[in-house]
Nanobody
């Protein structure tokens, strides 16, 4: 069992910054990657960024150069630093832990970006 709790969402202005946090607990030994996804109203849930073995990262094209995923292994927290926000970044952001046989999801945190 793995539990994930996201925090840091809210309302922000275009061009602004925020940092999302995802606190991870439970059986950490089988997690091989941690990811951030987002889902805007009426759209599918899409991968935003992930961090895996050896802290290898990958990003969606739409956020490259603006978002940074990182983790604090001592605190079991994964972060998503979001800079130069755009209205199209508005979505519910979910944290996801990938294990060999299944994945676990957090409850999500709303991010709203407006002019």
């Amino acid at each position: 069992q793995v539990q994930l709790v996201e925090s840091g969402g809210g309302s922000f202005h275009v061009g602004g910054s925020l940092r999302l946090s995802c606190a991870v607990s439970g059986d950490m030994s089988r997690i091989y990657s941690l990811s951030w996804h987002r889902q805007a109203p009426g759209k599918q849930r899409d991968l935003v960024a992930s961090i895996g073995i050896g802290d290898r990262t990958q990003y969606a094209d739409s956020v490259k150069g603006r978002f940074t995923v990182s983790r604090d292994s001592a605190k079991n927290i994964v972060y998503l630093q979001m800079d130069n926000l755009r209205p199209e970044d508005t979505a519910v952001y979910y944290c996801d832990a990938e294990l060999t046989l299944r994945s676990y999801w957090g409850q999500g945190t709303q991010v709203t970006v407006s002019a």
